[in-house]
Nanobody
Framework: QLQLVESGGGLVQPGGSLRLSCAAS????????IGWFRQAPGKEREGVSC????????RYADSVKGRFTISRDNAKNTVYLQINSLKPEDTAVYYC???????????????????????WGQGTQVTVSS
């Protein structure tokens, strides 16, 4: 069974940090671009970051630049999203997704389009509150 599983979410105070993980099973992430999305209640799903298959190309939404860091460990078939300086507006369900495309855009571009991806995880809740 091909699936992505996110973990690492939780309740954290403003200014805190979390590291989200996206682990694949049933297939190799080696040739996939991985994107992280989030969806807050009553809002559309938005792309926050993506990383190319080799790990050398990364993109971030303006709202998270300098606070979020995406990385991957292909040996562990896992992609990570380090989230620092959390704000209440970061509260959302965070999803990872895998797609076979190359990142050419200067900004998020294609990475921000849910239709670019073939596989999705079930999401992990991040709640930022004091």
């Amino acid at each position: 069974q091909l699936q992505l599983v996110e973990s690492g979410g939780g309740l954290v105070q403003p200014g805190g940090s979390l590291r989200l993980s996206c682990a694949a099973s049933g297939f190799s992430l080696d040739y996939y671009t991985i994107g992280w999305f989030r969806q807050a209640p009553g809002k559309e799903r938005e792309g926050v970051s993506c990383i190319g298959s080799g790990g050398g190309t990364t993109r971030y939404a303006d709202s998270v630049k300098g606070r979020f860091t995406i990385s991957r460990d292909n040996a562990k078939n896992t992609v990570y999203l380090q989230i620092n300086s959390l704000k209440p507006e970061d509260t959302a369900v965070y999803y990872c997704a895998a797609g076979k495309f190359l990142i050419f855009d200067y900004g998020l571009g294609t990475c921000a389009s849910p239709g670019s991806y073939d596989y999705w995880g079930q999401g992990t809740q991040v709640t930022v509150s004091s």
